[in-house]
């Protein structure tokens, strides 16, 4: 079955850095975009960075460019949020998803999330 599995969140302080991973595996991770969400308490769900399928595609929310890196591995069906200057509004559940859209269906796949907090 389809599942996508995030990890690296957790507690750091403002300025500090955090690489998350989000391992893909029950589809074919080459014919999806790739993207991170979050959503922090009390807030919509929001676009952080996506990815499309060939790589050829990358945006971010305003909110993080120049701060976060979006990147993926095909070989190992990875997915990757570098973030850097972490700031204490970053902090939210973040989440991995998987999306391609063919003439005649919508795929759309999400993982668990895992928490980043920070604050000094």
């Known amino acids: 079955q389809v599942q996508l599995v995030e990890s690296g969140g957790g507690l750091v302080q403002p300025g500090g850095s955090l690489r998350l991973s989000c391992a893909a595996s029950?589809?074919?991770?080459?014919?999806?975009?790739m993207s991170w969400y979050r959503q922090a308490p009390g807030k919509e769900r929001e676009l952080v960075a996506q990815?499309?399928?060939?790589?050829?595609?990358?945006s971010y929310a305003d909110s993080v460019k120049g701060r976060f890196t979006i990147s993926r591995d095909s070989d190992k069906n990875m997915v990757y949020l570098q973030m850097n200057s972490l700031k204490p509004e970053d902090t939210a559940m973040y989440y991995c998803?998987?999306?391609?859209?063919?003439?005649?269906?919508?795929?759309?796949?999400w993982g668990q999330g895992t928490q980043v907090t920070v604050s000094s």
């Open positions: 998803n998987a999306y391609r859209t063919t003439t005649s269906r919508e795929y759309d796949y």
């Open positions: 029950g589809f074919i991770f080459g014919w999806y975009a």
């Open positions: 990815i499309s399928s060939n790589e050829a595609g990358i």
